[in-house]
């Protein structure tokens, strides 16, 4: 394993990190002042179409997709180092590059599975920054941890696919710009195989019979990068049999292909967020003075710098060796790597990030640091793409296996 980075990640390593200095630390305080100047609250603020047009004119555009294709055709290992730079902003710099979530499991999704037909009516418009979608897959009935729990129905009625379903913290759907859902539900409910019932179908926002009903914070907090989170009812609503993703059947299957590189991009980007909180707590630490001397020669906040630089340096190892796995045996072969990045990541981050909360005081928790928002978005993602315990339970077992 050599984790030294090439020719091609050096020069878009530079490039990202220029345009981050010049353009996305500047324009979050902009972001939020526009944002609270919008008639619609889960607008755009104009600074957003600026930052993308920036991006795409330094070709740092669509980097996370492995399909030269389609993207900028970067491994695993190549696209690491730069979804953790943008870690550092996350509710601006991946969508000011085209690299946000949901869109880009999404993206990922039609150009694995999708038809010609939907690549072209969905997925360029997607790749171009046009709309932007959402992945209706979690409910709020039923232990999502299980996927195979989904109640939403899809029915098959002659051409045309039905679809009756309620869907929660159904990210992107609050956006005016989406124009599109991933939904999936189940077309075989008593088939024999719990894994061969679920299907996936396209379902254009506009289509009579979809409701978005409200927007779900995330401990208080909106969640407007990622285009908000909804609760979306969907009452018979009719799309053509031309819709369906891949084959019928094949949804649970999608959905793993879908999460798999969902799950290291976050833990990717995780670590530009601890990165964050750690630069912001070493300037704290040597800007404040306590009890007649700086923060900074107080033990316990050394203890928390030093512990903060140790996990991050061991998690980026793990992530590192992760996409390495991806690139050369595949994600299936990566299973244990992704499920141990999945759990280790969001829960250590988490404690980075409190402890930067902690030493900022008051500070901390407001809304003149990004600190607060980063522990909200740091904490969702131990539940997100599988809650830690569904994880550690399959983890466990095939460590099990080996010894019966």
């Known amino acids: 394993m ?33 944002r609270q100047a919008l008639a619609d609250p889960w607008g755009t603020p104009a600074i957003v179409p600026e930052l993308k047009a920036e991006a795409r004119r330094r070709g740092l555009w669509n980097l996370f ?30 969508t000011a590059l085209n690299c946000a979530a949901p869109d880009t499991g999404n993206m990922e999704v039609l150009a694995q599975f999708g038809s010609e037909e939907q690549r072209k009516q969905w997925l360029e418009p997607l790749l171009a920054g046009e709309i932007r979608s959402a992945f209706a897959m979690t409910e709020p009935e039923v232990a999502s941890s299980d996927a195979t729990n989904i109640r939403t129905l899809i029915r098959r009625d002659g051409d045309d696919y039905v679809i009756s379903g309620r869907k929660w913290y159904i990210s992107g759907a609050m956006n005016p710009d989406c124009a599109v859902f991933i939904v999936m539900g189940k077309t075989d409910p008593d088939g024999t195989d719990p894994r061969r019932q679920q299907s996936m179908v396209l379902v254009p926002r506009d289509t009579p019979g979809v409701t978005v009903r409200r927007a779900m914070r995330v401990y208080g907090y909106e969640d407007h990068a990622h285009g908000g989170h909804a609760e979306v009812i969907f009452d018979d609503v009719r799309v053509p049999a031309g819709h369906l993703v891949g084959e019928e059947g094949g949804g649970f299957a999608i959905a793993q292909a879908r999460l798999g ?7 990717m980007r995780l670590i530009g967020m601890a990165e964050r909180a750690i630069e912001l707590m070493c300037r704290r630490a040597v800007s404040r003075t306590a009890f007649g001397r700086p923060i900074a020669q107080q033990g316990v906040v050394q203890n928390w710098i030093a512990d903060a630089r140790v996990t991050v340096e061991q998690l980026r190892l793990l992530v590192l060796k992760t996409a390495w796995l991806m690139d050369t045996v595949g994600n299936r072969g990566a299973h244990t790597e992704i499920q141990a990045i999945k759990i280790a990541t969001p829960r250590a981050v988490a404690g980075i990030i409190d402890s930067a909360v902690q030493l900022h005081g008051a500070g901390g928790v407001s809304q003149d640091f990004p600190l607060a ?24 077992r095939r460590e099990l296996k080996k010894y019966v």
């Open 2 to 34: 050599d984790f030294a980075f090439d020719a091609r990640t050096e020069e878009l390593r530079d490039r990202l990190l220029a345009f981050m200095d010049e353009h996305v630390y500047p324009a979050e305080p902009v972001a939020h002042e526009q």
């Open 261 to 267: 590189p969902g799950r290291i991009h976050h833990c």
């Open 373 to 396: 928002e980063l522990w909200a978005a740091a904490r969702t993602l131990r539940l997100a793409d599988g809650p830690d315990e569904v994880h550690q339970r399959s983890l466990a």
């Open 65 to 94: 997709l492995p399909d030269a294709e389609y993207g900028a055709g970067l491994t695993n290992l190549q696209y690491a180092p730069l979804a953790e730079i943008t870690g550092r902003s996350p509710h601006l710099a991946p």
